[in-house]
């Protein structure tokens, strides 16, 4: 009975692997969740909006402390959504949505029409096929690829990307920092995407959801919003979940100009029309704080997953899996083939299911996020946005592979 659009799709891997987890009793790297709680700040905030009766809908847009508090942090960091820099308005150029998981097919539905073209990076967060699915418009892949060199970021084909440019394009899907692979675009990378967007005037949604999430000083995440002549035509999504550790309160946003603001808002105003309002009270709090003082809660985090990583990676190594470097968000991929050859395993999807019942350590097979699967088959994804104690269980774990 499910609809052609969607029959594709099947059980969602997230849902797949956690079950599969439940089931063997693994260690779960798999979905991307961290497995502690999220600042006071917000909770308190959140149950005083509950006692003080803030019980009935929020506004299509959001509730005026949260637009605020979300235009005032982004205008504190120099962003420009086309009348200068720091010059946002929440009232035009905020939507608050049901987690950016809202915002990814409100915008695509409410941009695109039937045929229309958009890029997207390959490997790539699911919800972008869906969306584009739902849209009914036609997606053109770029590949990252994999580094060779150990300890080289993920890249691009320069020609690939000016070739996926069509007259048929109307935007691009950019998410940097970048899930599954931890790749924090460039400087120079995103100027040469910016440049063909307007070149072929294009609008550039930007997932930015890992913003706050980086590791390296040296390369930090630069919104393509500011770079020059992409003001007027960027969507900047990101949302509450991710950067503190409140993935379940699904508080979510769009920051845009005017006109692009309008199309976000056309399929929101339908699809969930707005979010709770008490977490969008909790929300607004910890923003309004964050944007006034530096976060200890967020350096916190970020120096909790950088060691995370770092010993899962040097974990990996030990067993015969090769780490790619991750700069950023809650993930790194790693090759699996030499210990998928040793055991007779054939692709991810084989490798994931071996490792979450015979090893105890759930993660989760690429291929997935790629339109392109032989890129995806000899890689897996883990996810270290996690306690101390449950990465030092997963490496205890893994040593197993050794034998
Ligand atoms: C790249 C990316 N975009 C969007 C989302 C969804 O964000 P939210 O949790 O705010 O719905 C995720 C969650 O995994 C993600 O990884």
């Given at each position: 009975?499910?609809?052609?659009?969607?029959?594709?799709?099947?059980?969602?891997?997230?849902?797949?692997?956690?079950?599969?987890?439940?089931?063997?009793?693994?260690?779960?790297?798999?979905?991307?969740?961290?497995?502690?709680?999220?600042?006071?700040?917000?909770?308190?905030a959140?149950?005083?909006?509950?006692?003080?009766?803030?019980?009935?809908?929020?506004?299509?847009?959001?509730?005026?402390?949260?637009?605020?508090?979300?235009?005032?942090?982004?205008?504190?960091r120099?962003?420009?959504?086309?009348?200068?820099k720091?010059?946002?308005?929440?009232?035009?150029?905020v939507?608050?949505?049901?987690?950016?998981?809202?915002?990814?097919?409100?915008?695509?539905?409410?941009?695109?029409?039937?045929?229309?073209?958009i890029?997207?990076?390959?490997?790539?967060?699911?919800?972008?096929?869906?969306?584009?699915?739902?849209?009914?418009?036609?997606?053109?892949?770029?590949?990252?690829h994999?580094?060779?060199?150990?300890?080289?970021?993920?890249?691009?084909?320069?020609?690939?990307?000016?070739?996926?440019?069509?007259?048929?394009?109307?935007?691009?899907?950019?998410?940097?920092?970048?899930?599954?692979?931890?790749?924090?675009?460039?400087?120079?990378?995103?100027?040469?995407?910016?440049?063909?967007?307007?070149?072929?005037?294009?609008?550039?949604?930007?997932?930015?959801?890992?913003?706050?999430?980086?590791?390296?000083?040296?390369?930090?995440?630069?919104?393509?919003?500011?770079?020059?002549?992409m003001?007027?035509?960027?969507?900047?999504?990101?949302?509450?979940?991710?950067?503190?550790?409140?993935?379940?309160w699904?508080v979510?946003?769009?920051?845009a100009?005017?006109?692009?603001?309008?199309?976000?808002?056309?399929?929101?105003?339908?699809?969930?029309?707005?979010?709770?309002?008490?977490?969008?009270?909790?929300?607004?709090?910890?923003?309004?704080?964050?944007?006034?003082?530096?976060?200890?809660?967020?350096?916190?985090i970020?120096?909790?997953?950088?060691?995370?990583?770092?010993?899962?990676?040097?974990?990996?190594?030990?067993?015969?899996?090769?780490?790619?470097?991750?700069?950023?968000?809650?993930?790194?991929?790693?090759?699996?083939?030499?210990?998928?050859?040793?055991?007779?395993?054939?692709?991810?999807?084989?490798?994931?299911?071996?490792?979450?019942r015979?090893?105890?350590?759930?993660?989760?097979?690429?291929?997935?996020?790629?339109?392109?699967k032989?890129?995806?088959?000899?890689?897996?994804?883990?996810?270290?946005c996690?306690?101390?104690?449950?990465?030092?269980?997963?490496?205890?774990?893994?040593?197993?592979?050794?034998?």
């Open positions: 009975m499910v609809a052609q659009r969607f029959a594709s799709f099947g059980e969602s891997v997230f849902a797949k692997f956690t079950r599969l987890a439940v089931q063997h009793g693994a260690v779960n790297l798999s979905q991307g969740f961290p497995d502690f709680d999220g600042p006071q700040l917000a909770k308190d959140a149950i005083a909006a509950i006692n003080a009766g803030h019980a009935q809908y929020a506004p299509m847009i959001g509730v005026p402390p949260l637009t605020k508090a979300i235009a005032e942090q982004y205008a504190s120099g962003f420009d959504v086309g009348h200068g720091g010059v946002i308005d929440p009232v035009q150029h939507t608050v949505t049901c987690g950016c998981s809202e915002a990814l097919p409100a915008t695509l539905m409410g941009l695109l029409n039937a045929g229309d073209e890029i997207l990076f390959e490997p790539y967060f699911d919800f972008y096929i869906a969306g584009t699915v739902m849209a009914n418009a036609t997606p053109r892949f770029v590949s990252l994999a580094p060779t060199r150990a300890g080289a970021p993920f890249t691009f084909d320069e020609k690939q990307l000016r070739d996926a440019f069509t007259p048929r394009t109307k935007a691009i899907l950019l998410n940097t920092p970048h899930n599954p692979t931890g790749k924090v675009y460039t400087r120079d990378e995103l100027e040469l995407i910016a440049s063909l967007c307007i070149k072929h005037n294009v609008v550039c949604i930007s997932d930015d959801v890992y913003e706050h999430l980086t590791y390296d000083p040296a390369l930090p995440h630069i919104p393509i919003s500011t770079l020059p002549g003001a007027d035509r960027t969507i900047t999504l990101s949302s509450l979940g991710k950067t503190f550790c409140l993935t379940g699904k979510g946003w769009s920051l100009p005017a006109p692009l603001s309008a199309c976000v808002r056309a399929a929101h105003q339908f699809i969930t029309f707005s979010g709770p309002t008490p977490l969008q009270h909790g929300a607004a709090a910890i923003i309004h704080d964050m944007t006034h003082k530096p976060s200890a809660f967020v350096a916190q970020r120096s909790l997953y950088a060691s995370n990583r770092d010993k899962l990676a040097a974990a990996l190594m030990s067993v015969g899996l090769t780490p790619h470097r991750s700069d950023s968000t809650y993930f790194l991929m790693a090759d699996h083939s030499e210990v998928s050859r040793r055991l007779g395993l054939d692709d991810d999807v084989a490798f994931c299911e071996y490792l979450t015979e090893v105890g350590v759930a993660s989760i097979p690429p291929t997935v996020f790629y339109d392109t032989s890129l995806g088959k000899p890689l897996v994804r883990f996810a270290y996690k306690k101390e104690a449950t990465i030092d269980e997963a490496i205890k774990r893994l040593g197993a592979l050794k034998k």
